[in-house]
């Protein structure tokens, strides 16, 4: 499975970190592209230092991860960047207002716009993943006209009914949701009734 991630400055690194592992995990081949603020959260959240440099960042971030390759914000020549590549499914992972709003209006100022544009247009799997709150009427409007376009909204919104005793649990409750969106099979978490 081909799956493009893309990680926005929305509060929420270790979800985007733990889906990265859980991608390559079971196989899946990975094109990933953060934009500016994603990396300053990733560096703030995972690494304690919102000064580290991009590659910095991003070598922490991939390193040991199989079948991953990075993509500049504003690689246009990505695969990732046109219908005609096959790619299996898009996540944004966290998604910032900012990009829930950018994509709303159909416009596109980076690969992670254009990458999940290209999703809606040739009816693909795209999830977003919000961690936003409270939510503005705009903010609403915006996600409420993605999901009409085909996105699905998976907010980072952990459940506890798990059982939950680690972050990393509840972490791993909102990645096993999104897996389940993607038709990747895993064992983060027990389904309910089980």
């Known amino acids: ?31 990933l592209s953060a934009s500016a603020a994603g990396i300053e959260v990733l560096a703030t959240e995972l690494y304690g230092d919102a000064s580290l440099p991009r590659e910095d960042v991003l070598e922490r971030f991939t390193d ?42 159909g416009a596109m100022a980076n690969l992670i716009h254009r990458a999940a544009s290209v999703a809606l247009k040739e009816s693909r799997k795209l999830v977003l993943v919000p961690r936003e709150t409270p939510l503005s009427l705009i903010h609403l409007n915006g996600l409420a006209t993605l999901q009409q376009a085909g996105a699905v909204i998976l907010f980072a919104a952990p459940g506890f009914y798990h059982g939950a005793q680690t972050i990393d649990d509840l972490v791993d409750f909102v990645v096993a949701r999104i897996l389940d969106q993607l038709g990747v099979d895993h064992t983060l978490t027990s389904r309910w009734g089980q």
């Open 1 to 31: 499975m081909n799956v493009f991630l893309g990680v926005t400055g929305a509060s929420g690194a270790p979800y985007a970190a733990r889906l990265l592992r859980a991608l390559t995990e079971a196989g899946c081949e990975v094109g």
């Open 64 to 105: 040991g991860a199989e079948g991953v390759t990075v993509y500049g914000v504003s690689d246009y020549k990505s695969p990732y960047a046109s219908g005609s590549a096959k790619v299996d499914a898009y996540v944004v992972c966290p998604c910032s207002m900012s990009t829930v709003g950018t994509l709303a209006a």
